[in-house]
Nanobody, 125 residues
Framework: QVNLAEGEGGSVQAGGSLKLSCLSS????????MAWFRRLPDGDRVGVAA???????DYAESVKGRFTISIDIDKSTLYLHMNSLQPEDTGIYVC???????????????????WGQGTQVTVFS
């Protein structure tokens, strides 16, 4: 029902910035909780940032102060602004969504039922 499509990621030198995007379709983005996860080499996903329907946000401790999650309602797009990037931020970033009919659960991956395909972010020294 909800289709999520990440824009292209990128490759950046340590200390640089990138902005990721995730276009949502098939559902009103105003009725969603959304999040960004990073897929590890073993296939597991770890939470990076999440935003509730109300606008409340959660961030992984490792990205606090560096990343900002936001939604542009008019463009039906989720964003992740990534600043001061470090090599450990490298990975495949995947956007996710869940209906706001259910309680927001922050960075708990099991709560999200809709997932994008992911986009590669590479940070080099």
């Amino acid at each position: 029902q909800v289709n999520l499509a990440e824009g292209e990621g990128g490759s950046v030198q340590a200390g640089g910035s990138l902005k990721l995007s995730c276009l949502s379709s098939g559902y009103d983005i105003r009725s969603l909780h959304m999040a960004w996860f990073r897929r590890l080499p073993d296939g597991d996903r770890v939470g990076v940032a999440a935003i509730a329907k109300t606008g409340y946000t959660d961030y992984a401790e490792s990205v606090k102060g560096r990343f900002t999650i936001s939604i542009d309602i008019d463009k039906s797009t989720l964003y992740l602004h990534m600043n001061s990037l470090q090599p450990e931020d490298t990975g495949i970033y995947v956007c996710a969504a869940m209906s706001s009919l259910w309680t927001y659960q922050g960075l708990q991956k099991s709560a999200y039922m809709y997932w994008g395909q992911g986009t590669q972010v590479t940070v080099f020294s």
